[in-house]
């Protein structure tokens, strides 16, 4: 799948199966309204219309089902045909799935997407993912034939006339953004070390005419970011805080996304174990998101002041290394007791939120990070807990995750009863909770907003997405879309305003002020 070059077209043309392989996809009753004149130039002369009718009448999913049309060369699958009021009308974990397991080979491929216009921005993410970057695979190396995959989308239901172009343009951004984050999270720390994540942000700067603002080493140090500085100190390749800065004229607002970026987490001298260390080279998927998500915003036309704030490290054993006992001072002024140094990630993003308030004057902070274990078992593999002082936040975050497939969850927001965790005698607070069994996953976010200040008046969101950023051991860009869907509305882009939640009215139970429930418009 490295070498798959995946294309967006609003027409895929005619061909026949057995020189370019063919996937029709969808859910069946939607399947059951394309009439066999748009399938018929792609199935003949190996399929006939009776064959076609057939299929389709044996198809029964529960939860998908499959039906080959001619040898290997031509499948149409079915998606579930309903879903859960947590989950994604898209169905979109069972279309990467889908795509995976029924895409027949060959170097040339078609996939023909028939979905509703509200789920095709879900479903080409999910497609997207089924098509990793990243492979040491020997037998990868000798080819070099460049595969490709074409997409083309089949819309029914209302808006069902064809794709505009500006939405296959949007979709590619988008695509490449999830691509681009799973290839980062998928490359093992002896490639992607703060210096190549590095490069890495160079290189989309680059790209979109951007020069990134780049703190590294005993800079940081001297500058007080002394929970950045004290996680990466050990690390051969030094840590560092970049910034990528988009400040385009008429900007109404300032946001800025804060990516937790710890290359590999070997737990530090609190260190992981042998069965839990390995993978540990996802512990960047936040960052790796907020820069794909990045590139894609600004190329699809963001119009408000947008900061990308990586905070890179690698939490590494060696004589440097921070001690449990020792107290660091963060960007924010406070103190912090370290008790556990595998408590690393929230740290440096405690330092990255400190700069996006004190030095980039945010509005509104989202800080997205693969942070605790405990995520998987608060929301599961495949929800990303959300954790925000903002109830209109959190439903559109729950929201865009249901419109975008990068699903996502609450978590319990109560600092005045989970802060006293992190009680400290000798600092401002420790770094890891007292008990761990009193909701962790909400803890260690809020232990990141305590550095902005639980009284701070614009919006924070916590983002932990430490299960949903892969699925065995494959990387998914999980968190590109959703960055994309939440922010919607500041784009100028058509689709990307069809998914975000944000200017709709959605439901507010009694807010953290004591206000009562009511229907709210986000703005």
């Not at 995946?6 to 969808?26: E, N």
């Not at 064959?51 to 699958?77: E, F, G, R």
């Not at 299960?467 to 869907?485: C, D, I, K, S, Y």
Request: include cysteine; charged fraction near 20%.
């Amino acid at each position: 799948m490295a070498n798959v070059g995946l294309q967006f077209q609003a027409s895929a043309g005619d061909a026949d199966p057995q020189s370019r392989p063919l996937l029709l996809l969808g859910q069946l009753h939607h399947l059951l309204r394309v009439p066999w004149s748009h399938v018929r130039g792609k199935l003949q002369p190996r399929v006939t219309e009776e064959l076609w009718q057939a299929a389709l009448s044996t198809l029964n999913p529960n939860p998908t089902d499959s039906c080959p049309l001619y040898l290997n060369y031509a499948t149409v699958a079915a998606l579930p045909s309903r879903v859960s009021r947590h989950n994604s009308p898209s169905a979109a974990h069972f279309i990467t799935r889908l795509v995976r397991t029924c895409l027949p080979p060959g170097a040339h491929r078609c996939i023909l997407m028939v979905c509703e216009q509200a789920d095709v921005f879900a479903s080409a993410c999910a497609l997207a993912r089924a098509f990793p970057l990243f492979t040491h695979r020997s037998g990868a190396s000798r080819r070099t034939e460049k595969k490709t995959v074409t997409v083309e989308f089949f819309l029914v239901g209302q808006d069902n006339g064809p794709v505009e172009v500006s939405t296959l343009q949007c979709l590619a951004n988008a695509t490449e953004g999830v691509r681009l984050a799973a290839r980062i999270v998928d490359t093992p720390c002896s490639e992607m070390n703060t210096d190549t994540f590095l490069e890495e942000i160079n290189k989309v700067g680059k790209e979109l005419g951007i020069v990134p603002t780049i703190i590294r080493d005993e800079e940081l140090k001297a500058r007080g970011f002394g929970g950045l500085y004290g996680v990466g100190k050990a690390a051969l390749h030094p840590p560092a805080l970049a910034v990528l800065s988009h400040t385009p004229d008429g900007a109404t607002q300032t946001i800025a996304w804060v990516g937790k970026g710890i290359v590999y987490d070997t737990g530090g001298l609190s260190i992981k174990g042998k069965t839990t260390m390995p993978g540990m080279k996802r512990d960047c998927g936040g960052a790796a998101a907020v820069l794909g998500a990045f590139r894609a915003a600004i190329k699809q036309g963001f119009k408000d002041n947008l900061h990308a704030v990586f905070c890179l490290a690698e939490n590494s054993v060696g004589p440097n290394a921070t001690r449990p006992d020792d107290i660091h001072l963060l960007y924010s002024g406070k103190t912090v007791e370290i008790n556990n140094t595998d408590a690393e990630g929230r740290l440096v993003l405690a330092d990255g939120v400190s700069y996006a308030c004190k030095d980039l004057g945010a509005d509104i902070i989202l800080d997205m990070a693969t942070l605790t274990g405990a995520q998987g078992i608060a929301t599961g593999k495949y929800h990303a807990a959300v954790l925000t002082n903002s109830a209109e936040w959190e439903a559109a975050c729950v929201k865009a995750g249901r419109k975008c497939g990068d699903l996502v969850h609450p978590l319990v927001y109560c600092p005045e009863l989970h802060f006293s965790e992190f009680t400290s005698a000798v600092a401002d607070m420790k770094n890891s909770v007292a008990d761990r069994d009193n909701s962790p996953s909400s803890c260690a976010g809020l232990f990141i907003a305590s550095h902005l200040g639980f009284d701070w008046p614009g919006v924070w969101v916590h983002l932990d997405i430490a299960a949903p950023v892969h699925a065995g051991e494959r990387a998914t860009g999980f968190g590109v879309a959703l960055l994309l869907a939440l922010f919607g509305r500041a784009s100028e882009d058509p689709l990307l305003n069809l998914v975000s939640p944000l200017g709709c009215e959605v439901d507010v139970q009694e807010g953290d002020t004591g206000r009562d429930s009511k229907r709210r418009k986000l703005v």
